[in-house]
Antibody, heavy 119, light 107 residues
Framework: QVQLVQSGSELKKPGASVKVSCKAS????????LNWVRQAPGQGLEWMGW????????IYAQGFTGRFVFSLDTSVNTAYLQISSLKPEDTAVYYC????????????WGRGTLVTVSS | DIQMTQSPSTLSASVGDRVTITCRAS??????LAWYQQKLGKAPKLLIY???SLESGVPSRFSGSGSGTEFTLTISSLQPDDFATYYC?????????FGQGTKLEIK
């Protein structure tokens, strides 16, 4: 079954870092645009950017530069989102999502990873 | 950035009703619009792409229409499984933006 399998919930203190993983199951990260989408509690969806599975090049949306890093390990078909210097406002569910072929809508989503930042 | 505005924010309806959700773009996005359904605690699920194309496996009671700046998602006969939050998303230009969501509630 084709899936994106995300890592489990995280509870972190302000100032710490977190690394969320997204593993491709039933397929490989080939010719892939792997996107990250944030959903704060009770809020809508916010596109954070994407990483090219062929080149490993990340592209960040405005507001997600500096503390946010997208990376890939194609040997284990896994993408990562690392957030450093965590703030309480980073508390959210983070989704990975696959771009649908040529067009920038998303046809396969992970189940999401809840990151809670609290002292 | 292109702003996407959905209306209404909340919609109360009954099983069997026909409902329509509207999404407006702050500038023309041609037909580069997708609709997603999200149930509580779950990932979004793609319903419609290119404004009116039904994703494989999505029931035919869902339909989309529109182009330019105004779009609609219609559910022809609500089923119990359809009560969820719906989002539109434009993919005409970077950054790709979503509407704020429409919560479909049971009346």
């Amino acid at each position: 079954q084709v899936q994106l399998v995300q890592s489990g919930s995280e509870l972190k203190k302000p100032g710490a870092s977190v690394k969320v993983s997204c593993k491709a199951s039933g397929h490989t990260f080939t010719n892939y645009a792997l996107n990250w989408v944030r959903q704060a509690p009770g809020q809508g969806l916010e596109w954070m950017g994407w990483i090219n599975s062929n080149t490993g090049t990340p592209i960040y949306a405005q507001g997600f530069t500096g503390r946010f890093v997208f990376s890939l390990d194609t040997s284990v078909n896994t993408a990562y989102l690392q957030i450093s210097s965590l703030k309480p406002e980073d508390t959210a569910v983070y989704y990975c999502a696959k771009k649908a072929g040529y067009y920038w809508y998303f046809d396969l989503w992970g189940r999401g990873t809840l990151v809670t930042v609290s002292s | 950035d292109i702003q996407m505005t959905q209306s209404p924010s909340t919609l109360s309806a009954s099983v069997g009703d026909r409902v329509t959700i509207t999404c407006r773009a702050s500038q023309s996005i041609s037909s580069w619009l997708a609709w997603y359904q999200q149930k509580l605690g779950k990932a979004p699920k793609l319903l419609i792409y290119e404004a009116s194309s039904l994703e494989s496996g999505v029931p035919s009671r869902f339909s989309g229409s529109g182009s330019g700046t105004e779009f609609t998602l219609t559910i022809s006969s609500l089923q119990p499984d359809d009560f969820a939050t719906y989002y539109c998303q434009q993919y005409n230009s970077y950054p790709y933006t979503f509407g704020q969501g429409t919560k479909l509630e049971i009346k």
